[in-house]
Structure formats: C-alpha cells, structure tokens
C-alpha cells in the first residue's frame, strides 16, 4: 500500500469517526441509545428528565412540589415524546387541552405534565415515585407503549433466538442469525441507524427480522404496567391505563407507505413492521386485561384514533388534530365515569 492511498484511507477513517460522534451526540438528545453515551434511560438522565418535567409544568402557577388548594384535582400524565413534542406549542398537546377542558368544566384541575423525549415506562415510574409523594396526583394516566416495544425488542432479540410466525401455533421458535462481532458493532453505531431509515426497504429486505416479542416480551411489558399501577397507588393516586393508538393498523399493512417502517427501523433492526403492528395488539390486550383485574380506567385511545392518518405527523406522534381528539378523548371518559375519578371530577356529573 503506498502513502497516497493510506493518506486517503486515514482521511475517509477520520471522516467517518467526526460524523458518527456527532451523529451520536445528535441520537443522544433525542433518546435514543448509543455506543458512546449509552442509554438516555441511564440514572443521572432520568434525573435531567424529571428536572426539565419540572421546569415545564403545564400550569404555570403550578411547581410541582406547593401544598394542594382545596378541592383541586392534579392530573399527572406519564408518557413520553406523545406528550411532551417539542415540534409543537404548548397550548397545542393534549395535556394542555385537557387541562382546559377540565377547568371549563368547573374544575379545579391541574394537569402536570411529567412526559419527556425518550421516557420509558420504568423511568415513569421512577419520576412518579420521586416527585409524587410531594406533588400528591389524584389521578396517573399512562399512555406509553412504542419506546418500551423498542426497549424490549433490542434486549430479547439482539442476543437470543426469538419467534417467528410459527411461534404464535405453539411451534418451536427459529434461531435467529447471530452477526459476527464486527458486524454487530457496525450495526450498533448511528451512522449505520441513518442509512438504515433512509434505505431501509432496500436493507430491512435483506435481513430476517422477528414477528413478535413472543410471551416473554409480553410479560416484561405487563410487569413494567403492573409496576407503575402499584407506584401509583402506593402515593394514593388512581391509576388510569390508556390503550396506544397508531397512523396505521393492519388492515393497512399491504399499502403502508415507505417512511413509516423507515421511521420504525432507524433505530430498531429487530423487528418487522407486521411484528410492530402485532405486538401493539397484543400489548394493548394486556392493558384492557390489566385495567379488567385491577378494576382500573381503560380508555380505549387505539379504537378512536388508531388508523386515522390526519391525526398523527408520523407513526407515533400526532398532529395539533390527533393532540385535539386525545384531549377529547381523555377527558370524555374521566368526566363520564365518577366511581374512583376523585369528588371533583364526578361532581359535574351530579
């Protein structure tokens, strides 16, 4: 090899290694894991979460840690980017919404909205059962679901073997390609995440990727559920569990346009788009069975507005219409079912 070319190559190394830093520290601030930060889930992350929830209360005269007025009702909303969407103002998210769709009604509500980028379930938890016991909710909504799918299926399908179709007949389960360590390096880094969702029926198309979580991705998920419910109720709080709607559903699968799995597979190579749409159902079936046991709140936000496209700006995220009927949504059923929505709330219904 002579000095020209190994001149050349040491440059393109170089190139590449500025561009994955700086694509790292770019899928960092959105919550995404990487090879050099790690996860945006870790400790003292979470603790920048939980500050920034603070800081960004819906109500302005609302802390989150002053003594409670009489008769007021505080709304604490666990959920993720759903919630928080920075592509949006503030008086345009559902949170906000409902909060004034609430007071409107004569009452005496605070919403706070406890949602960040890259929150999942666990780190809900964890905020709520650091802030909760001095912000004292009356009522937990969760609404979360896509970011615990990705958690998940990065950790059960990157090292084992998972399920393919003939997993959900009772047949054994296909071992999956196991990468060398070289390539599941590559495939690790963010650069390859980019490629991914800009090429990604090219590339998805040449990889087998698993149809579902299989029983025990459906058990971590309804431990993390079960979990939050016990936290919430642990600082007297009711809690109420929100089925996860998307821009698109089954009966959609045969002409989903290209950006949603791109979206889907640039940062989660593991599972297919029919796997995502299946373990949505599966993992809202456990919400209703969870709400069913635990005799909780169910409000069925995948049946009002899964499947509309002009409520979400991607698959997961909404636009000011989806924020619109989400708030509707919310508040329509905590407004029409008195027992356990605390004295405040059933009051409009006398």
């Not at 709520?128 to 950790?155: A, F, N, T, W």
């Not at 090219?202 to 058990?219: K, P």
Request: with cysteine; aromatic share 8%; hydrophobic share 40%.
């Amino acid at each position: 090899m002579n000095l020209r070319l190994l001149r050349i190559l040491l440059w393109a190394a170089l190139y590449l290694v500025i561009l994955e830093v700086a694509l790292e520290v770019r899928a960092y601030h959105r919550g995404f894991d990487t090879i050099l930060f790690d996860s945006f889930q870790r400790q003292e992350a979470v603790g920048k979460s939980v500050a920034r929830a603070q800081e960004t209360a819906l109500s302005t005269s609302f802390l989150g840690e002053g003594e409670k007025q009489p008769g007021e009702v505080r709304y604490w909303i666990a959920s993720s980017s759903h919630a928080e969407d920075s592509y949006l103002s503030r008086d345009v998210i559902f949170p906000s919404r409902l909060e004034s769709m609430l007071r409107q009604s004569g009452i005496q509500a605070t919403v706070v909205n406890a949602s960040h980028a890259g929150m999942d379930i666990p780190a809900n938890r964890k905020d709520l059962e650091s802030r909760g016991p001095r912000v004292k909710p009356d009522v937990v909504i969760l609404y979360q679901m896509s970011i615990q799918i990705g958690e998940i299926s990065k950790r059960l399908l990157s090292t084992r073997r998972f399920e393919s179709k003939t997993a959900r007949t009772g047949n054994a389960p296909s071992p999956k390609p196991q990468a060398n360590r070289i390539v599941r390096l590559f495939e690790s880094t963010s650069i390859y995440a980019l490629l991914k969702g800009n090429v990604s029926n090219r590339l998805a198309g040449q990889r087998v990727l698993a149809d579902t979580l299989g029983v025990r991705g459906e058990s971590e998920f309804e431990a993390m559920v079960r979990d939050l419910v016990e936290s919430a109720r642990q600082i007297g709080a009711e809690p109420v569990l929100c089925t996860f709607a998307t821009s698109h559903v089954r009966k959609h699968l045969p002409h989903i346009p290209d950006e949603v799995p791109g979206l889907l597979f640039r940062y989660n190579v593991y599972l297919s788009l029919e796997g995502w749409i299946s373990t949505i159902e599966r993992f809202n079936a456990i919400l209703r069975r969870i709400a069913e046991e635990e005799h909780l709140v169910l409000i069925d936000l995948e049946g009002q507005l899964a499947g509309h496209g002009e409520y979400f700006r991607d698959f997961v995220h909404f636009t000011p219409e989806g924020h619109a009927v989400m708030a509707r949504a919310i508040y329509t059923a905590l407004v029409s079912r008195p027992r356990g929505m605390m004295s405040a709330t059933s009051s409009i219904q006398q």
